[in-house]
């Protein structure tokens, strides 16, 4: 059965720092992974999707990467910022149908 | 273009009460997925539908939980008799081929 674990469970750094967020699960054999993004009483925001044959996805200051024989894959965020201040998500796909199975997130603050 | 709407984005029942969450999804996506996001259990699938295939319906709780999909378009997803363990919030999203999915703001259900 696959799990999925983010470490840690919350974070706090001074605004300009990099955040790096990590995200494990147990059964490599996954379709993709996601990660998200999600505001107090919000809904998910999509931030970057790598397929299981990627090695790594760029958006602006985010870079995630997949090892997926390891089972790991690492959220970078540069140069943070207190806008950054959120709840990141991150989930995988273990079929053809794309239901996500979810780790339970890493809360991110942000100080200015 | 629009993204993922839902609504209510707020309901109150009493328990015992059926309730219908209605979700439509980005015009163009084929797929549609419900989850349910609780503080016990974090975020967890409900019930996928994909184009005029039949619904994986393997993560609904409870046979008091029923979800369909009218058109390849809207989906209206019912609890019926309400139990204060239902109280969550009801994610929707849709993507296209099972790839990157786009979330709604959700519906916070409250039993009391």
């Known amino acids: 059965k696959q799990e999925v674990t983010q470490i840690p469970a919350a974070l706090s750094v001074p605004e300009g720092e990099n955040l790096v967020l990590n995200c494990s699960f147990t059964d490599s054999a996954i379709y993709n992974l996601q990660w998200f993004r999600q505001d107090p009483g919000k809904g998910l925001t999509s931030l970057l999707l790598?397929?299981?044959?990627?090695r790594e996805q760029t958006s602006g200051r985010l870079n995630a990467s997949l090892d997926k024989s390891s089972g790991r894959s690492t959220l970078y965020i540069a140069a943070s910022q207190p806008g950054d201040s959120a709840t990141y998500l991150c989930a995988v796909t273990t079929d053809s149908w794309g239901k996500l199975q979810f780790g339970a997130g890493t809360q991110v603050v942000v100080t200015p | 273009g629009a993204g993922v709407s839902q609504s209510p984005s707020n309901k109150v029942t009493e328990k015992g009460k059926d309730v219908e969450l209605r979700c439509d999804p980005i015009?163009?996506?084929?797929?549609l997925y419900w989850y349910r996001q609780s503080l016990g259990q974090g975020l967890e699938f409900l019930i996928y539908f994909q184009g005029n295939s039949a619904p994986d319906k393997s993560g609904l709780p409870s046979d008091r939980f029923s979800a369909e999909r009218t058109g390849g378009s809207v989906s209206t997803l019912t609890i019926q008799r309400t139990q204060q363990e239902d109280s969550a919030v009801y994610l929707c999203?849709?993507?296209?081929?099972?790839?990157?999915?786009?979330f709604g703001p959700g519906t916070r259900l409250t039993v009391t």
């Open positions: 790598i397929q299981s044959s990627q």
């Open positions: 015009s163009g996506h084929t797929a």
């Open positions: 999203a849709s993507s296209s081929f099972g790839y990157e999915q786009y």
